[in-house]
């Protein structure tokens, strides 16, 4: 093929020739893209269309933010953390990485599989238990945690001056007993559905992908079903997001980043998480009208108290002493709540249901919301007596990905 039938052929696949060449480098250097190749890798490209009914399940992997964030909450929620492998210092692998799974994920949020190659001695490509189940509202969020710049006072990757300005490790809060193991992490991945098994394939996939580059460091799971157009319950019973700001003018004062932050961050947002173990037993003992102190809302409606209808600004003289609405909205600040339920089983210590709430946020100042909202509601809520707060995290999320780039594509240039 001659150079004029390459251009030809770039264009039509939608990808420029800087691209090709930095994808090629990469590949020349001896990294691998993937099992499928460096051909597959440029699959994130774009290719195929898909029909209106395949639409109406579809939500874009590429835009201005990342998905997942203000989509509308699917049913359905998973959690990781990833550590890059101590044998990694070369940057260009982890762009290799990210190359690789910006593909993957290009390809599944539009419900399809990855292609298996023609020898069938090797292993499939896709683990195959979501094919036939569509895209079901599939999307697939990446982020950057502190440790990934900055691991043991070490500049990791020569990538320290760019470290977004809110990210940090977190700090230790009153009436948390944190396990280091299911906490932090290099990178994270959310990953949402309205189907458990496609999301459960997508980061199967996006794991498998990252074998030899980065190691996961843990997973949790949630479920948080909703009638249409309702506010979603949490294991207490109460409404959980009621305040979240849905206008775009308001959500770019809460939740996008701004020019204070590095260009490559702009336009994106910080991941705050919280794994809560709710004290099941214990709650359910309690009478109704304590329940509805302890939050500050009436149980059935979610209306603040002294009000009649759920999202009626709080009024603050009517709130009981230290109730979990009440300090939260005495600090002033403002985050987009995305939280999941979880269950895992039996506590074998105690007995008791293992349960509670994985503590999703998104915010564009962590620093000025997030963190001080949680030393408010650590040292006072009354829900403290319900609840443990046993992992935590905190990550930047950069800007969308657009067409013919990669995640976090613009850090590294």
Known sequence: MDKEELGTSEQKKGYSRREMLKMTALAGGGIALGASGLGTALELLGKDHPGDAE?????PFFGNHQAGITTTHQSYGYLAAFDIDPSIHDVAKI???FISWTRLA??????????NGSNKELPPNDTNEARDLGAANLTITFGLGHSFFIKNGTDRFGLAAKIPKQLTPMPRIAHETLDPGISN???????????QQVAFHALRNLIKEALVTANIRWMESGFLNTAKGKTPRNLFGFKDGTANVTDPEEQKKVIWTANNEPAWMRNGTYLGYRKIKMMIETWDRDAYSDQENVFGRK???????GRMHEHEPVIISKQPANSHVGLAHRTGQRIYRRAYSYTNGIQSTTGNLDAGLLFISYQNKPQESFIPMLRVLGKSDALNEYTDHVATGLFAIPSGIRKNEYF????FE
């Open 55 to 59: 639409k109406q399940s579809m939500v």
């Open 95 to 97: 762009m290799a990485l």
């Open 106 to 115: 290009a390809t599944l949020t539009q419900g399809k599989g990855e292609a």
């Open 185 to 195: 992490g290099d990178l994270c991945v959310q990953v949402c559905a309205d189907v």
């Open 299 to 305: 149980k059935d409606s979610g209306a603040a108290f």
């Open 408 to 411: 976090a594509q613009h850090l």
